[in-house]
């Protein structure tokens, strides 16, 4: 099974920077393309960044030139810096691997449990 921690959420001012970590295991985490996505109230939940397995990206409108999305192979880990945070930034961070297939099992998507990020004076 395919466990995915999220850390790294808080409070922040406006223009400020967080630093979001998402742990995976119970996989191959370099098999997996890895997003963040974000869920304000009332909102639908939307991909805020992608990364794939050999390192390209692609983000969101609302976040590019803001947002970076990294990836860490070798510690499973996959990060998502925020810098010049706004008010419109606040809401639920959700990291999720896409499913994969190898070594003759099938991985299906799989999702962290979210970390809060609020951003305010």
């Known amino acids: 099974q395919v466990q995915l921690v999220e850390s790294g959420g808080g409070l922040v001012p406006p223009g400020g920077s967080l630093r979001l970590s998402c742990t995976v295991s119970?996989?191959?985490?370099?098999?997996?393309?890895m997003n963040w996505y974000r869920q304000a109230p009332g909102k639908d939940r939307e991909l805020v960044a992608r990364?794939?397995?050999?390192?390209?990206?692609s983000y969101a409108d609302a976040v590019k030139g803001r947002f970076t999305i990294s990836r860490d192979n070798a510690k499973n880990t996959v990060y998502l810096q925020m810098n010049s945070l706004k008010p419109e930034d606040t809401a639920a961070y959700y990291c999720?691997?896409?499913?994969?297939?190898?070594?003759?099992?099938?991985?299906?998507?799989?999702w962290g449990q979210g970390t809060q990020v609020t951003v305010s004076s």
């Open positions: 119970g996989s191959i985490f370099s098999r997996h393309i």
């Open positions: 990364i794939f397995s050999a390192g390209d990206t």
């Open positions: 999720k691997a896409n499913s994969a297939y190898y070594g003759g099992r099938y991985y299906p998507d799989s």
